[in-house]
């Protein structure tokens, strides 16, 4: 699987945008971009996933650049609850294939 | 909003002893995964599980590690035989293939396991 970079930590203000960099180089052309968060020591739960369009759902937009080598998770607007650590993984869409969980970025959602 | 339930949440055990860690995936999911998080460090696969059969395991899953579906409902995580290092966070997970082969692993919320 591509390597991913995330910074450690961010802060975001309650109600804001939190926008989530990651970076992923060395990604293939059959390896998906996954986003899923973990909140204080609960099961990671998935948030959105992509391959080379942006997505939205319920719970965030991801923008993925157009050489694929980076991407964003967005949070439109922020709550206490979204508090979370936040894993980018990249992997190849194949079922019973393991996610590969780094460090993640450790979102800080303030009052 | 179907869920993975394991169980127990928490678990104290001694040295030496065996545990069953267990779960109980999403009703039509066919795809079942254990990962483990050592207090403070990151979330690492161990194995997934498909058909009876295992699919993938990591260098962390060997010999003392086994994984079992007994019945149309549960799959466990048996350790023979626990040492300290085995204290972590147990998270079981499944999935079903999506479309495009695109799936999305569903965790449930862990077994906290001590080793004394």
């Known amino acids: 699987d591509a390597k991913t970079t995330q910074p450690p930590s961010m802060d975001c203000a309650e109600g804001r945008a939190a926008n989530l960099p990651c970076n992923h180089s060395?990604?293939?052309?059959?390896?998906?971009v996954y986003w899923y968060r973990q909140i204080h020591s609960q099961g990671p739960q998935y948030i959105i996933h992509g391959l080379k369009n942006n997505e939205t759902n319920e719970m965030a937009s991801l923008i993925i650049t157009e050489d694929r080598k980076s991407s964003t998770l967005i949070l439109p607007h922020a709550t206490l609850r979204d508090t979370a650590v936040y894993y980018c993984?990249?992997?190849?869409?194949?079922?019973?294939?393991?996610?590969?969980f780094g460090k993640g970025t450790s979102l800080l959602v303030t009052p | 909003e179907p869920e993975v339930t394991q169980t127990p949440s928490h678990q104290v055990t001694q040295m030496g002893q065996e545990v069953i860690l267990r779960c109980v995936p999403i009703?039509?999911?066919?795809?079942f995964y254990w990962y483990r998080q050592i207090l403070g460090q990151k979330v690492e696969f161990l194995v997934s599980?498909?058909?009876?059969?295992?699919?993938?395991k990591s260098e962390i899953f060997d010999d003392q590690f086994s994984v079992e579906r007994p019945d149309g409902s549960n799959f466990t995580l048996k350790i023979r035989s626990t040492k300290l290092e085995d204290s972590a966070m147990y998270f079981c997970?499944?999935?079903?293939?999506?479309?495009?082969?695109?799936?999305?692993?569903?965790f449930g919320p862990g077994t906290r396991l001590l080793v004394l």
């Open positions: 009703s039509n999911h066919l795809y």
């Open positions: 993984i990249v992997s190849i869409s194949n079922s019973g294939y393991a996610l590969n």
């Open positions: 997970a499944s999935s079903e293939p999506g479309l495009a082969g695109v799936e999305t692993q569903y």
């Open positions: 060395t990604i293939s052309g059959n390896e998906y």
């Open positions: 599980f498909y058909n009876n059969e295992i699919s993938e």
